[in-house]
């Protein structure tokens, strides 16, 4: 009994055992939700106030797209990078590089986009190809109905549709090279016959004359033309016009019709009178003032 009572102890013991635990795992629970809520405190503080990392934000190649930035090698390499003033010989290298590498860029896009082209017309004959090994021409389909048969001709028609025949194809080539020869000339026209001090006239001639429309009359067989005729200051004016209507002169000296005949008041005309006077006495009244 005795070595059970040392090995055991007494209850007042075992209690206070316990009661220690106890007050342990207490405390341990404690700091646990004391941790657990300043981290979700700083969860939300960081939610709140820093925004969230997207590529725009972490990407540190955002000028990767600019002239400036071509590569990372270049940028690491370049010797002027820090430099505040260029002379005139790095500015043209600096610039000769720029233009080399655009050369390069285009060259390589060029390759691109014809290898793209290659590759989708390869696609396009690849399923033409299978097309026509699986399915048969309109032509060798079976037609078994009268609606088939009528649908059938009805396209055929259509694909005919304004196709020139044989004869008619002739023809219409012959016409068009036949136009195009006819563009093809000089215009054919027959220029005037009068010349002056040796210089001909080059205006066209009026039809089954000789001669322009200006110098007709110099034709003593012609009685469709007569001169103006008009005299003034002693100068008979010889301008060409048609003889046909009495009295027809050139447009120099057309007579114009009078002006139609307006009936004006009394008051009228010295409200006139008074503001042409007015107006005559304001350019005077202003260089007197200058």
Known sequence: MGRKSKKCGSPKEKKKRKSTKKEKLEADLT???????????????SDSDVDMATMEN??????????????????????????????LE???????????RLQLLYQRQYERLAYIMKEKRRKYLIALKKEKETLSSIADQARTSAKDQKLYDKLKALNRYHRRSASESVAYLSQIEKRQK??????SYTKCFYSEGGVRCSKSTIPLTRYCFKHILEDPNQFLFRACGCEKADT?????????????????????????????????????????SVQDQRPAFRMTAK
């Open 31 to 45: 700091k646990a939700a004391l941790g657990r809520s300043q981290v979700l405190e700083c969860a939300s503080d």
């Open 58 to 87: 972490v990407w540190d190649g955002q000028n990767e797209d600019s002239s400036d930035a071509e590569s990372v090698e270049s940028q690491m390499d370049d010797s002027l990078k820090h430099a505040g003033a260029f002379s």
């Open 90 to 100: 790095e500015v043209a290298a600096i610039h000769h590089k720029k233009l080399s």
């Open 182 to 187: 006819d563009l093809a000339k000089p215009p």
């Open 236 to 276: 008979i004016c010889r301008d060409t016009v048609t003889g046909l209507c009495a009295g027809e002169t050139c447009i120099l000296h057309v007579k114009l019709p009078p002006l139609p005949h307006v009936n004006i008041s009394t008051e009228n005309s010295k409200m006139l009178k008074r503001e042409t």
